[in-house]
């Protein structure tokens, strides 16, 4: 079993900057959308429904929990005893 944690870990590891800055510059991106929109909304232009501004505001939250949780992978499928370091 620690062999397959290692074959997985690693790579994922590997990939961990890029996947984590990829997420919060999509979140970053999808909650500038929400501001945006939201001050459009604001304003009084009907360009668009409160569902799809609510739908920007999740789409950022997802990405956000989407990073949080592949740290957590992470620390599940460290295969050493030692704690991660994740500066």
């Known amino acids: 079993m620690n062999i397959l944690k290692s074959i997985i870990f690693y ?7 890029v996947v984590i800055s990829a997420g919060h510059f999509i979140a970053g991106f999808f909650l500038l959308i929400l501001v945006i929109f939201g001050l459009v909304k604001y304003i009084g232009t009907e360009f668009l429904t409160w569902w799809e501004i609510t739908f920007y505001g999740f789409c950022a939250l997802a990405f956000l929990a989407i990073t949080v949780l ?18």
């Open 11 to 17: 790579p994922m590891f590997w990939m961990r900057r």
């Open 70 to 87: 592949y740290d957590r992978i992470l620390e599940w499928l460290n295969p050493t005893d030692e704690p991660l370091n994740f500066d």
